[in-house]
């Protein structure tokens, strides 16, 4: 199975539990792994035949700014269901999450989800 990625995409969004959280934006940096056929695309050069990395950046963030998530765990698994969901090429999809300055000495907190279309 071939992979696309997107790497550090920026969303600033509302995102957290605690009071000050909820009152101004945060920067979370994505990274989205989404695996697919890439042999339609490779025989026609034809971008109808792939996942479109632009529309999948863009979609992430309106559907995250949107949102306003309390939880980033929550946050990454209604992303990738959603990947899923809009997108009938791909096969599975990973999203990591990071949150920096979230714990105190420490670059960021960070979550991990894969998930599959179901057969």
């Avoid at 863009?58 to 949107?66: C, G, H, K, N, P």
């Avoid at 998530?69 to 990071?98: D, G």
Wanted: charged share 30%; hydrophobic share 45%.
């Amino acid at each position: 199975m071939d992979m696309l990625s997107i790497r550090e995409l920026k969303v600033s969004c509302i995102v957290g539990v605690h009071a000050h959280e909820r009152k101004r934006e945060q920067d979370l940096f994505l990274d989205a792994d989404l695996w697919f056929d890439f042999g339609p695309a490779s025989v026609s050069d034809h971008l109808r035949d792939t996942i479109d990395y632009t529309l999948v950046a863009e979609d992430l963030t309106e559907f995250i700014r949107a949102e306003r998530f309390q939880l980033i765990e929550t946050l990454a698994h209604r992303a990738c269901e959603r990947l899923l969901s809009l997108q009938p090429k791909l096969r599975r999809c990973r999203l990591v999450i990071r949150k920096p300055g979230a714990v105190p000495n420490a670059l960021c907190a960070m979550v991990t989800v894969e998930q599959e279309r179901s057969a």
